[in-house]
């Protein structure tokens, strides 16, 4: 057997102190010893988007991270992303324009979505295509969910 | 109960408040802040992981399986074979099934489960899996299923004989089934045409594509009662096949659906359902288990693959006289592709009176397909409209109006008997001949084409129930899965009918224990027949709220109205009330007369035909072969869009799956029989920055024989696209490609060896 690492991430800004294998992933902790489930895991081989997150900032596919790499740092998932009741610009302009269908990729859409618009209040269709291009969606065919980020950086602009 | 609602017909007059609004759907909030409980997001105490041990040859008999080490590992709980199912002959639904899930005699494609584990950590069964020793002896296989037709081919199934011949006889073969469709005289449509065109075409399976792999826990209890929370598309299909698999009374086996991650046909079987439940029993603790990608690739259903011809006729004014085809399906290794839709729905359309259609499903090497999106019909289409717009170039007729010319309308009696009532097939194709995109100038460099298509849509057997809860809020208990937002859908025609707001309205996704059986969502069957149950059930509680009012008036019921989510005195001579609303009854007289309530239990008939348009410019660059698409329109009959937002995003979705399966998408296959493309970065499926927008153009030609109008959206927009963009690919350069995917190498060969 092999020896499991104590490690303690940030996430949403609480305190996680666990104990994972070496080669255990982020989204495996994330999901599976934390209960996070909002994180998806579509793929495992950084692939479909469907596990990004935030960490330290930068956008990541947490199936591609170790836990054990997050010892100190900070990361930043969908559970995070609304303040209590109140929903981000992105997650309310996903609701209002059917953003989502199945829902499945949406959690991931949303936090790629979210580090877009950090770099770039004002993307341009294309930009905000090539941005989300490492999110599969297999429903919605992406229209919705373009205009939706475009909207909610529309919005967030004239906030 | 009857099958259709005799008095709930469509009433064009009808004034609606809420339907055809886009009110945010009900399970919206809890998917976009991650709280939405999908397959793999269900834990319980004492919960161990389950993992498969898979087939790596394509065809081979298992000689032994010796699972010692593996049971010897520490955390291992519990280790099942094909010794752990019952038997169940061979070439029976339940044999076959069993069969899917668990090797047995042989081992019958590359990816095929000879073994599973269940332990107390993922790692620890991994770790399992490579202690089991499996002696295989290895056979030859096939995989293509021409080959598997020819004589000399490895006969897969000793059972299997050709259904369907004029001469039966008793030879071993791969072919299932051969089966013939026709109307009319093809000899003298085809004597009667001016201009004949035949072509060959063949596709390449392609997968489903869902993003949330199976996930499931399964929990045998020790008096034999099953547990199962899976990711499904038909809770109950799965707990009676379940049933049949495993010899367990169905009431002993409670499913309860979770949300489901993307579905298209490919969630309407089971794969480690039926092997979580056995590692559950022998090990006496709940299991989980979810598929890898890989495993979502090798071990579960694609799409058939196809080979065909496709030869038609027409007069110099473009009347088709003649239709004729010749199909061959792959149905991976089980039989039960459902290529008989093929026949049924290819030129269904067209006001056609000579087709002659020869059909033939064949086993090979490869997973059981499964469904998708209006099963087997697509890729044929992608020939059928291929042809038609060849003979529209040889007649010098503009392909939409050679489409319209032969537009089949109310009255047409279809291939399969059926008589058509109002269709919406020439609406569609006016729409889209007078789209801003039809009408505007295919820009330089691209090539333009259109492909139209039909699927029947579906009814079938629905159980619901509404409970009116004491302070006039409703909750609706459905049992049919909601593949993309049905449920909000769903809600609308309740709030509709009950005329009280759409949010005063809850939708419960029942598990099997809790309703009568309800029929896979799939085939675009679950918004309308749910919708006529709950329309249902709606005007049976209004009736109760009528005896209820005139009880407090101690008037009779007919001196009751019930509008806008009140009861009202009928008129003057009623008498002289306030009128009570729905939370005003239930609040006086739950109490002292119980609930209102409703259930239903019906077999929904009158589904209404859907038809499509697709018109689309591509973009084909000549030194890579790489077609871009640079602009789409999804022009289809909704009959009437409840939601509007989530029809146009059935559209898109649908056509964009199309243009993955027209571009790229395909399994490819080694000479060692195994699969080589097993994941998502071999399996190229669309991304963000591969498309454009999708425009919509929503026709609205109601179905008569449902209360709101409403037809099923989810099958037809698929249908057409590869059609559509095979015909633009011919536009552009010149040549139309007759092989599914129109990928970058088959591009640069045809470019390559085209005379143009
Ligand atoms: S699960 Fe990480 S990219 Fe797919
Ligand atoms: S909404 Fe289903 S995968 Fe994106």
Partial sequence: MVKKAHVTTSVNGDEYEYLCEPGQTLVDVLRNELELTGTKEGCSTGDCGACSVMLEGELVCSCLVLAVETDGKSVETIEGMAKGDDLHPLQRNFLELNGLQCGICTPGVLIAAKALLERNPNPTETETRFWLAGNLCRCTGYDKIVRSVMAAAEEMRGA | ?756
């Fill in chain 2, 1 to 756: 109960m009857a099958t259709i609602l005799e008095d709930s017909k469509f009433d064009a007059q009808r004034e609606l408040n809420i339907v055809g609004t886009n009110p945010v759907k009900h399970d919206g909030l809890d998917k976009v802040t991650g709280r939405a409980k999908f397959g793999a997001d269900f834990f319980l105490p004492g919960m161990l992981f389950g993992c498969i041990l898979r087939s790596p040859h394509a065809h081979a008999i298992i000689k032994s399986i010796d699972t010692s080490a593996a049971e010897a590992l520490p955390g291992v709980k519990s280790v099942v074979t094909r010794d752990d199912f019952p038997d169940q002959p061979a070439g029976s639904a339940a044999g076959d099934m069993t069969r899917v899930a668990m090797a047995r005699e042989k081992a019958l494609f590359d990816g095929h489960p000879v073994a599973a584990v269940a332990a107390t950590s993922e790692a620890v069964a991994r770790r399992a899996l490579k202690l089991i020793k499996v002696d295989y002896e290895v056979l030859p296989h096939v995989i293509d299923p021409v080959d598997a037709m020819k004589p000399g081919a490895p006969i897969l199934h000793d059972h299997i004989r050709t259904k369907g011949l004029d001469e039966p006889n008793d030879n071993p073969t791969n072919v299932t089934e051969r089966m013939v469709s026709k109307m009319g005289d093809i000899e003298k449509g085809f004597a009667a045409a001016d201009f004949i065109v035949e072509r060959e075409f063949d596709s390449k399976p392609m997968h489903q594509g869902y993003i949330e792999p199976q996930g499931c826990v399964a929990e045998y209890s020790k008096d034999g009662q099953v547990e199962l929370w899976c990711s499904t598309q038909a809770p109950f299909v799965y707990r009676d096949r379940l049933s049949a698999v495993l010899k367990i009374d169905a009431a002993k086996i409670n499913v309860q659906q979770s949300e489901l991650g993307g579905g298209f046909g490919g969630k309407t079987g089971f794969y480690p359902e039926p092997i979580a439940i056995q590692l559950s029993k022998k090990a006496t603790r709940p299991v989980k288990m979810v598929l890898s990608r890989g495993e979502v690739f090798r071990g579960t259903g694609p799409v058939s693959g196809t080979s065909y011809k496709i030869k038609m006729g027409c007069t110099k004014d473009g009347k088709i006289t003649a239709a004729q085809g010749e199909l061959i399906f792959q149905t991976g290794i089980f039989t039960g592709s459902m290529y008989f839709n093929a026949p049924n729905a290819m030129f269904t359309r067209y006001d056609l009176e000579n087709v002659y259609i020869e059909s033939f499903e064949v086993v090979s090497n490869r997973p059981k397909v499964n469904s998708f999106r209006a099963p087997c019909v697509p890729q044929i289409v992608f020939g059928v409209e291929g042809v038609i717009d060849e003979l529209a170039k040889k007649i010098d007729m503009d392909p939409l109006d050679m489409r319209l010319k032969n537009a089949a309308t109310e009255g047409y009696t279809t291939i399969y008997g059926e008589t058509l009532g109002p269709i919406g097939f020439v609406e569609t194709l006016e729409a889209a001949k007078a789209s801003d995109h039809y009408k505007s100038p295919v820009p330089e460099g691209q090539g333009r084409g259109i492909g139209s298509g039909f699927w029947f849509n579906r009814g079938g057997e629905t159980s619901t129930s509404m409970n009116i809860a004491p302070d006039g809020s409703v909750t609706i208990i459905t049992g049919t899965a909601d593949v993309a937002g049905s449920r909000i859908s769903i809600a609308m025609m309740a709030a509709e009918e009950l005329g009280i707001p759409v949010d005063k309205v809850r939708i419960t996704m029942a598990d099997t224990n809790s309703l009568g059986f309800n029929r896979v969502t799939a085939g675009s069957r679950t918004t309308y027949s749910v919708g006529m149950t709950v329309v249902d059930n709606a005007r049976e509680c209004i009736s109760q709220f009528v005896r209820r009012a005139a009880e407090i008036w101690d008037v009779p019921e007919d001196a009751v109205v019930f509008e806008n989510g009140e009861c009202r005195p009928a008129g003057q001579n009623a008498g002289n009330f306030e009128p009570l609303s729905i939370a005003d009854i239930t609040k006086q007289t739950t109490m002292s007369h119980g609930a209102v309530t409703a259930s239903t239990s019906m077999n929904v008939t009158g589904a209404g035909p859907g038809f499509g348009l697709h018109i689309v410019d591509v973009k084909v660059d000549e030194e890579t072969g790489r077609t871009d698409v640079m602009r789409y329109t999804v022009v289809e009959d909704a009959g009437k869009a409840i939601h509007p937002l989530q029809v146009e995003g059935q559209y898109q979705g649908g056509a964009v799956q199309g243009i993955g399966w027209a571009l790229n998408e395909e399994y490819v296959y080694g000479e060692d029989g195994r699969l080589q493309n097993a994941s998502f970065l071999d399996y190229r499926m669309p991304v963000t920055s591969d498309v454009p927008m999708i425009d919509t153009v929503i026709v609205e030609v109601p179905n008569p024989l449902h209360p709101f109008g409403l037809r099923g959206v989810g099958e037809v927009p698929v249908v057409p696209t590869m059609a559509a963009i095979g015909n633009a690919i011919g536009n552009a350069i010149g040549i139309r490609p007759r092989s599914l995917p129109m990928s970058p190498p088959k591009l640069l060969e045809l470019i390559d060896n085209a005379d143009r």
